[in-house]
Each structure stands twice: as C-alpha cells, then as structure tokens.
C-alpha cells in the first residue's frame, strides 16, 4: 500500500473529502492490522462553519485543526464515543474531514458504519488526537486497485441541525450503493 503524502491533505477539504472514498485507513496496534476502506465521511469547512468544531476559535481541544495538514483530530462526544477527523488545507484554516464509516478489509470484525462504530472497531482515541498520518502505524493508503471508478452521492451532513444553513449544505459525501455507509 501507498501512504498518502502530505500534499494530500494540504487541499481544498471538499477535494479532499470526496478524494479519501476508496482509500485505506490503517492502523497497526500491538502488532495487529486493521484496514478499513473509506466510504463515508464528512467536510467541515474552517471557523466560518457554524457546524466545525473550529468555529469557536482557537481552543486547547480544536488546536489541532489548525496545524498542519495531515494529522488526526480525535474527540469524545456524549462521554461515550469517539470520532476522527483528519486535519485539511494549510495551518490555520482549521478545516477537516470526519470519517463517517468504513469497508473492512482486513483485521475488523465490528461494525464500522457509523463515526462512533469505527474509531471503535479501528481502536483509535484520543491517544491518537494530533498523530501524524504519515507515521508507520497509523496512515491513510491507496488501495492496490486505483483504477475504479467510484459513483460519489452527496448529501446534508448528520447531526449538526444547530448550525443553521451550514446544516443544509451537501458536505457529506459517500460511495453510492456500498453496504457500509451509515444510516442517518
């Protein structure tokens, strides 16, 4: 597998977005693989997105956002869950894609659909908020077949009805017709 490079990351989030469907998350942890392929995720645009974390400002738990491209943005939400991001565009923008679900490919064995399902199944937590993805066990890859072509559907994200307009905008992105997409 080809890790991502950094250059990637350091684009528009909405390219980005629609770019990660199709590739590998994965994470080596005590000596086990887990690869999920990417099939649903999330853009959440900068501070001037009523719906991205970053929209506060800059805060010891959003600091992150605002690095550099390329390094995972985990949080808890509801004290029980878990969700990634990965940080997008220049430092400072504060822009950033959460994954949403994944395919297996090898190594899982829970349910992925769903944010929450899949930091569970990936065992990522806040041990891994500000890791850098281009590390050796935990990165984003091109899967071996890069010649697919992927029907991409667009849609309102899930659960941000508080922010308005930005709740309506089609900032959520998944490969049509694959089983593993979650369920609003």
């Known amino acids: 597998m080809r890790k991502l490079p950094r250059a990637f990351y ?63 943005y985990v949080y808890l939400i509801y004290g029980m869950h878990h969700c990634m991001n990965i940080v997008t565009e220049p430092e400072g923008q504060a822009a950033a894609v959460l994954l949403r679900a994944l395919e297996p490919v090898s190594g899982l064995k829970a349910r992925t659909q769903g944010p929450g399902l899949l930091c569970k199944a990936m065992q990522i937590d806040r041990i891994l908020n500000s890791h850098d993805l281009l590390s050796e066990n935990f990165f984003v890859a091109a899967p071996p077949n890069t010649d697919e072509v992927l029907r991409i559907a667009r849609r309102p994200r899930i659960g941000v009805d508080y922010a308005g307009h930005w709740a309506r905008r089609l900032l959520r992105y998944y490969i049509r017709g694959n089983p593993y997409v979650s369920r609003p």
């Open 10 to 72: 350091d684009r528009d989030t909405r390219t980005v977005a629609q770019e990660l469907l199709g590739k590998y998350l994965v994470r080596v942890h005590r000596g086990r693989q887990r690869v999920g392929r990417i099939v649903e995720v999330e853009a959440y645009l900068g501070p001037h997105d009523r719906a991205a974390h970053s929209c506060r400002g800059l805060t010891p738990r959003t600091a992150v956002m605002f690095g550099p491209p390329g390094h995972a």
